[in-house]
């Protein structure tokens, strides 16, 4: 099946830096990439769905400022948190459709980035 | 590795009628079950979040149930609509999430 890595799986930052998380569709070509998130306890959220040389669409109360969200090629998105706060810890989790032979709207899923900010 | 099965992979019924979609996993040792609901073209809407110490949720017509000693989680929808027409996927949380293979929801008017 096909495969999507994230990198990195775990990352520590402190306040104010800006933390760039990348999404890779292996063996696939992905013409959608979704980037999702999770807090403790809390069901996973969509937060934004980006499409192959496009801007990306964002979900309602997602700052697209300070997620911003390239999608410059057809197996790499990345996700970057600027001005990195506490509150921002959470789990990051992309997932990638498209690619010759997949289910339409069959959607591959990273194993996902947890992020702390201290 | 944990591995996630739904079934059955489609169904299609009528509008009205109770229906119940089956979620089993292999390692019980989870953090948590979700049941989400994707439509075409879509990224993926949480439904219902069931911590491993509970035993089921309810949201409206919307009920999940989770035995985590058997690896089995049942998503019970009542009166269905057409509107509920969607592909219904559970995923467990471990040391990452693990999706399931998915059901595809046909409500016929």
């Known amino acids: 099946g096909a495969v999507v890595s994230q990198h990195p799986s775990w990352v520590i930052c402190k306040s104010g830096t800006s933390v760039k998380i990348e999404c890779r569709s292996l063996?696939?070509?992905?013409?959608?990439m979704f980037w999702y998130r999770q807090f403790p306890k809390q069901s996973l959220m969509l937060m934004a769905t980006s499409n192959e040389g496009s801007k990306a669409t964002y979900e309602q109360g997602v700052e697209k400022d300070k997620f911003l969200i390239n999608h410059a090629s057809l197996t790499l998105s990345t996700l970057t948190v600027t001005s990195a706060h506490p509150e921002d810890s959470s789990f990051y989790i992309c997932s990638a459709s498209g690619g010759a032979g997949a289910t339409y709207n069959e959607q591959f899923f990273g194993p996902g980035t947890r992020l702390t900010v201290l | 590795k944990q591995e996630v099965t739904q079934i059955p992979a489609a169904l299609s019924v009528p509008e009205g009628e109770n229906l119940v979609l089956n979620c089993s996993f292999t390692?019980?040792?989870?953090?948590?079950l979700q049941w989400f609901r994707q439509d075409p073209g879509k990224g993926l809407t949480s439904l219902l979040l069931?911590?491993?110490?509970?035993r089921e949720q309810t949201s409206g017509r919307l009920n999940a149930s989770l035995d985590k000693s058997s690896g089995r989680s049942t998503l019970y929808i009542a009166a269905s609509q057409p509107g509920d027409s969607a592909t219904y996927l559970c995923?467990?949380?471990?040391?990452?999430?693990?999706f399931g293979t998915g059901t595809s929801l046909t409500v016929i008017p």
């Open positions: 063996d696939f070509q992905a013409t959608t």
């Open positions: 069931i911590q491993s110490s509970q």
């Open positions: 995923a467990v949380l471990g040391n990452q999430f693990y």
């Open positions: 390692d019980s040792a989870i953090y948590n």
